[in-house]
């Protein structure tokens, strides 16, 4: 069955860094959504990409968010100069026509010193 | 800003025992998702309802759909251990999903 993949799957880096995140979404499918979710709190939509554009992105997602397909499988999230508040889990997800649901990666925790 | 709320936020319960969670959402929208979330792990798709009266079943678990009254419930009947998780509802308004604070549910044996 096929799945949504990401990597890598826990990242730690010092404030100020830039990370990139990585997914590889389901291979027929057309959005593309980045969402995170801080420890013990609720998932928080960040931004969704269709036709290699952005087509909704949050209050979350602010100049330091950025989002690339670079090719044809990959879907990435860069955060330029990491914040300690930027700690949480990343959850890639991608959705098909029908019904728009959403199926998501495993995650990436980032963890910023 | 648009809200979604589900309670309880904790529900401790039986095995065997039937419970409805309860999520409520403050914009129209007909298309509503849930999701279990194990401790560490992703979100599971469990059900999608796209319409009015949308009413869906898998194992022990029934989701409805009121878009008039803004809810949906999760139902719960004679629950299992393996039932012990989180679980999310999320409200589509055609541009991104909205998820709900999450109900954590713990089945006792």
């Known amino acids: 069955e096929p799945e949504v993949t990401q990597t890598p799957s826990h990242q730690v880096t010092q404030m100020g860094q830039e990370v990139i995140l990585r997914c590889v979404p389901i291979?027929?499918?057309?959005?593309f959504y980045w969402y995170r979710q801080i420890l013990g709190q609720k998932v928080e939509f960040l931004v969704s990409f269709y036709n290699n554009e952005i087509s909704e992105k949050s209050e979350i997602f602010d100049d330091q968010f950025s989002v690339e397909r670079p090719d044809g499988s990959n879907f990435t999230l860069k955060i330029r100069s990491t914040k300690l508040e930027d700690s949480a889990m990343y959850f890639c997800?991608?959705?098909?026509?029908?019904?728009?649901?959403?199926?998501f990666g495993p995650g990436t925790r980032l963890t910023v010193l | 800003e648009l809200k979604v709320e589900q309670n309880p936020l904790f529900l401790s319960m039986q095995e065997g025992k039937n419970y409805t969670i309860y999520c409520n959402y403050s914009?129209?929208?007909?298309?509503l998702y849930w999701y279990r979330q194990d401790p560490g792990k992703s979100l599971e798709s469990l059900f999608v309802?796209?319409?009015?009266?949308a009413v869906k079943q898998e194992g022990r678990l029934m989701a409805s759909l009121d878009t008039k009254a803004r809810l949906s419930t999760l139902h719960i009947t004679a629950a299992v251990h393996d039932l012990s998780a989180t679980y999310f509802c999320?409200?589509?308004?055609?541009?991104?999903?909205?998820f709900g604070t999450g109900t954590s549910l713990t089945v006792i044996p």
């Open positions: 914009t129209t929208s007909d298309r």
């Open positions: 997800a991608s959705g098909g026509w029908t019904d728009n649901e959403q199926f």
């Open positions: 999320a409200v589509d308004t055609g541009n991104q999903f909205y």
């Open positions: 309802l796209l319409s009015n009266g």
């Open positions: 291979s027929n499918h057309l959005y």
